[in-house]
């Protein structure tokens, strides 16, 4: 469970489309018929296969939020289809920072291009759990559960039972997904001797061995990138990737130490995507997050994920990637590890006469760090355009030092460009007028919260 869960909204339609809301609905499952006194429900039918649309955000993100929606399937017998299908039911937006859906059918009502569920609450640096929590909540609206149902503190980066039976219950389980326990590849196969209804011939025969569906192994290389230089408690980037053994080997700017090895995946034939999961560790570093659970698909190359690693020790440090299919059976044969060799530095001689200059001078009090990290949480910030908009009422601001393309750089850019600019003419500093433009996109979040007690720190 994460630490802090957002507040969501369940989305409510305008008062004029409710009866059409409920035609719909009750078109779509007749279970919805309304009671007296009773909002009408707003269930799909039963193996209802949603196509779902992502309208803006981080391709990660993307990615990280489809992987954690696939919980549902395991429970209930509704499809999830991630496209950029225009006739999308569930439209998806990251464009507010914000979490709310509409409930169920209602979605039907919504016009087309309009977002029917907001997950701008998640960017790319959340943590696996929030990710998962967030997204299971937001997709158990679209199945058409509300607040009462998921439970108030259902929040969790797991289905609860309770959650999983009500679902269940609603849309029937998917057989699919539990075709590989024993009772119910039985339960499903036809009885020989039980529809004759000849108590005579009826023989015991020993128990059919459970058929082991068709596995085909694929060949796959996990690919760590590192910094080449790291420092004692400085936090660095390491990048996995999963990617194909014939792919080009993972390139990313900043991270040029590269490590591979290869492996094997085990795929069901009738699976499309398999889970799999990247683990890291170190002895005395602190690792964040400490893992990932991906899914991955055949002949594809998974994109990176990043973890934050900050050695806490000079000298040499291993740091271990260990990756593996998460299903019991194969998990063992399919473990990859790759040792990586670091050596951390405590800050060279030379730089430390630097550093303590420019920290006497830092008009940024050592806040440059933390002022980046929570402008990179704000939706807003995603885009160039976005960043740029957080320049208002700064003269000069056109003239910068920008980067479009990486959103940490660009703000670590500007930042630094405006902390030397100081204070403008009406004797603000122009810090302190970004933050002042950041703040409505982070109201009501901790976010905001701690870009005021920076921009105290600052004055
Ligand atoms: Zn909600």
């Not at 967030?134 to 609206?141: E, K, N, V, Y």
């Not at 997904?177 to 119910?184: K, Q």
């Not at 053994?245 to 700017?253: G, K, Q, S």
């Not at 409505?440 to 976010?447: H, T, V």
């Amino acid at each position: 469970m994460p630490e802090t869960m957002p507040t969501c909204t369940e989305m409510g339609l305008a008062p004029d489309l409710r009866k059409e809301a409920y035609r719909r609905a009750y078109g779509e499952n007749s279970n919805n018929r309304s009671m007296p006194g009773r909002r009408h429900k707003r269930y799909w039918r039963r193996r209802v296969r949603l196509r779902i649309r992502f309208l803006n955000g981080d391709p990660s993100l993307h990615w990280r939020v489809e992987e954690a929606a696939m919980a549902w399937r395991s429970c209930a017998n509704v499809s999830f289809v991630f496209g950029d299908d225009p006739d999308a039911e569930i439209r998806v937006t990251f464009g507010e920072p914000a979490l709310w859906s509409y409930v169920g059918t209602d979605a039907l009502l919504v016009p087309a291009g309009q977002p029917t569920m907001c997950l701008g609450v998640l960017t790319p640096l959340s943590d696996d759990s929030t990710v998962r929590a967030c997204t299971l909540h937001a997709f158990g609206h679209v199945l058409g559960l509300t607040h009462e149902q998921l439970g108030a503190t259902g929040w969790g980066d797991d289905l609860t039972d309770a959650v999983a039976a009500f679902a269940e219950e609603i849309y029937g389980r998917d057989r699919t997904a539990w075709h590989r326990e024993p009772e119910m590849t039985a339960a499903e196969e036809p009885t020989t001797g039980a529809g004759g209804g000849s108590q005579e011939s009826f023989t015991i025969t020993p128990p059919a061995p459970v058929p082991t569906p068709e596995l085909s192994e694929e060949r796959i290389r996990l690919d760590v990138a590192t910094p080449a230089q790291v420092y004692v408690d400085e936090p660095f980037d390491l990048a996995v990737a999963v990617r194909q053994p014939d792919a080009p080997v993972l390139a990313i700017d900043d991270l040029p130490e590269v490590l591979s090895e290869e492996g094997s995946v085990f795929r069901p034939a009738d699976e499309a995507v398999i889970k799999y999961r990247i683990e890291v560790t170190g002895p005395d570093c602190t690792v964040k997050p400490s893992h990932y659970e991906i899914l991955l698909r055949k002949g594809a190359n998974s994109p990176p994920r990043y973890f934050q690693v900050t050695p806490h020790e000079a000298g040499k440090q291993t740091i271990i990637v260990s990756a593996y299919q998460q299903d019991e059976a194969v998990a063992a044969q399919t473990r990859v590890r790759i040792e990586v060799l670091i050596s951390a530095q405590t800050p060279a001689p030379t730089r430390t006469p630097l550093v303590m200059t420019s920290l006497a001078a830092d008009p940024l009090k050592g806040l440059k760090g933390p002022l980046v990290d929570e402008l990179c949480k704000l939706a807003v910030t995603d885009s160039s355009l976005g960043r740029s908009s957080l320049l208002d009422g700064i003269p000069g601001a056109d003239s910068l030092n920008r980067d479009e393309n990486i959103r940490r750089l660009d703000l670590d850019l500007i930042v630094t460009q405006l902390a030397q600019l100081g204070r403008l003419s009406g004797g603000q500093m122009a810090i302190a007028k970004l933050i002042d433009n950041a703040l409505p996109y982070a109201s009501g979040y901790e976010i905001e919260e701690r870009l005021r007690a920076i921009q105290q720190q600052l004055e």
